[in-house]
């Protein structure tokens, strides 16, 4: 079946650092690859997605390129800021499986001023 | 526009009592989601309507789990009885149709069975 597997946390950062958060899937064919982001109590939010291989989204200074041959969509930012403390989840909707997304365990980031 | 709206915010209660969480998807969104996430975990999908008929169900535990979508708008996911297990935070989120389309979610229903 399918399945994601992200970088455990938390992330701890200072204001201006770089981040990556590391994604990898496992999925039949060419799934569509998500990151959503959770911040304190709100509900998910979709950052950014990807629907075919080297594709990169990008949203918000973020940036995630499908990678076919690694199974990989991991998320990166030059920068980060206070406001991007939040929890990510990367996710992947397989194409035989209607709009079922299938989420990763979430990655806590937490940057300090 | 509005977005999905869920309550309660919060619920507590004992073992082996009832609980009932709704949820009102954006309007004209075909397609409406129950995920339960359970804390530290990602969202896990419970089940999944299109207008008011179940397209996907096959994670939900219907012993105790019990799902409707009266009219093909609003949708109410009942719990009875409760387990220690079931605390998480319940996601409603809603999509314009199926395949393809954005799903948008609600803050969520934080319930806690002691």
């Known amino acids: 079946g399918n399945s994601v597997t992200q970088m455990e946390g938390p992330v701890t950062l200072s204001e201006e650092a770089f981040l990556t958060i590391n994604c990898t899937y496992t999925?039949?064919?060419?799934?569509?690859l998500f990151w959503y982001v959770q911040y304190p109590g709100e509900g998910l939010q979709l950052l950014l997605k990807a629907t075919k291989a080297d594709d990169k989204g990008s949203n918000k200074g973020f940036e995630a390129t499908y990678r076919k041959e690694t199974t990989s969509f991991h998320l990166e930012k030059g920068s980060v800021q206070v406001s991007d403390s939040a929890v990510y989840f990367c996710?992947?909707?397989?194409?035989?499986?209607?709009?079922?997304?299938?989420f990763g365990g979430g990655t806590r980031v937490l940057v300090k001023p | 526009e509005a977005g999905v709206a869920q309550s309660p915010r919060y619920k507590i209660i004992e073992k082996r009592q009832s609980v009932a969480f709704w949820c009102n998807p954006i309007?004209?969104?075909?397609?409406l989601y129950w995920y339960q996430q359970i804390l530290g975990q990602g969202p896990k999908l419970l089940i999944q309507?299109?207008?008011?008929?179940?397209?996907?169900d096959s994670q939900l535990p219907k012993d105790r789990f019990s799902a409707e979508r009266l009219k093909g708008v609003d949708s109410t996911l009942k719990i009875q009885p409760a387990k220690l297990e079931d605390s998480a935070v319940y996601l409603c989120?809603?999509?314009?149709?199926?395949?393809?389309?954005?799903?948008?979610f609600g803050a969520g229903t934080r319930l806690s069975v002691l």
């Open positions: 999925a039949t064919g060419y799934p569509s």
């Open positions: 309507f299109q207008n008011n008929g179940v397209v996907d």
């Open positions: 309007s004209g969104h075909a397609t």
């Open positions: 996710a992947l909707r397989g194409k035989a499986a209607g709009n079922k997304l299938t």
């Open positions: 989120a809603s999509s314009l149709g199926g395949q393809g389309n954005i799903q948008y």
